[in-house]
């Protein structure tokens, strides 16, 4: 459902930011994407969404090319990108209803849908307000709701519970279950690797751009037998 094929990008005349990066996300995987600050982790994302068109290589989500085909592709998935400072000028039902239009939901459809997701995210009350006079934690319940809002069958999740509180973040990984389990896909990138042992089928560590791991983190921890998950990155990443 989503697929990288030797995903490159240089930057400049010789820096690669993502170099021959390849992997396959089936349906009902949740699967983290690790690695630290630098790594190549938002890059690679930014290719898999058609933000960055990729120097070499390509990425397919569920079945369309996201540079032959691009509109096709984008409506197969949801992308929460790692800033959620965007349109501040709007207001949070506004920003919600300028995606959805962009996605063509229908009224009904939408309507049901942000109340549900307004509801389980506790800002219901908070939509009317200028985004501008959100704290940080409420733009990114609202960017997540509005990226949610066509249903697609892809999740692309760059850093989603940076700022959220602890309800809401246990909403959102509960929402990556309930995804996962109708059997669609879920991609996220995280610094915390708890999250990504707890909630994963798989995980994915790159460093420099390179992969590193792919697999899960049982098959991890047993090539390092006695080390937890945070010496065990730390050593692969060479910290």
């Not at 997701?117 to 990114?140: N, T, V």
């Not at 509960?174 to 879920?186: I, P």
């Not at 995280?190 to 790159?206: F, Y």
């Not at 420099?208 to 065990?232: C, F, R, W």
Request: proline share 5%; net charge negative.
């Amino acid at each position: 459902m989503i697929k990288a094929n030797n995903l490159s990008m240089v930057y400049g005349k010789d820096f690669k930011a993502v170099d021959d990066l390849s992997f396959e996300i089936k349906p009902g995987e949740i699967v983290g994407f690790a690695g630290p600050n630098g790594a190549g982790k938002t890059t690679a994302i930014k290719m898999l969404t058609g933000i960055l068109k990729p120097t070499e290589g390509n990425a397919i989500i569920n079945g369309f090319d996201i540079v032959k085909e691009p509109i096709k592709a984008k409506e197969s998935f949801a992308y929460i990108a790692d800033n959620p400072d965007i349109l501040l000028q709007l207001s949070g039902i506004e920003y919600i209803n300028y995606i959805a239009n962009l996605y063509k939901v229908p009224m009904e459809t939408r309507e049901e849908r942000i109340n549900e997701l307004a509801e389980r995210f506790g800002i219901k009350d908070s939509l009317g307000r200028p985004m501008k006079e959100y704290s940080h934690g409420m733009r990114q319940k609202t960017m997540v709701i509005a990226a949610l809002i066509h249903n697609p069958p892809a999740w692309i999740l760059d850093e989603p519970m940076t700022g959220l509180d602890p309800t809401a973040a246990f909403e959102l990984k509960q929402m990556m279950k309930e995804h996962a389990e109708k059997g669609n896909a879920v991609l996220f990138s995280t610094h915390v690797l708890e999250v990504a042992e707890k909630l994963c089928d798989r995980i994915m560590i790159i460093n420099h751009g390179k992969n590193l791991y792919q697999g899960t983190v049982d098959d991890l921890k047993s090539q390092h037998p006695g080390e937890d998950l945070e010496a065990i990155f730390m050593k692969l990443v060479g910290e």
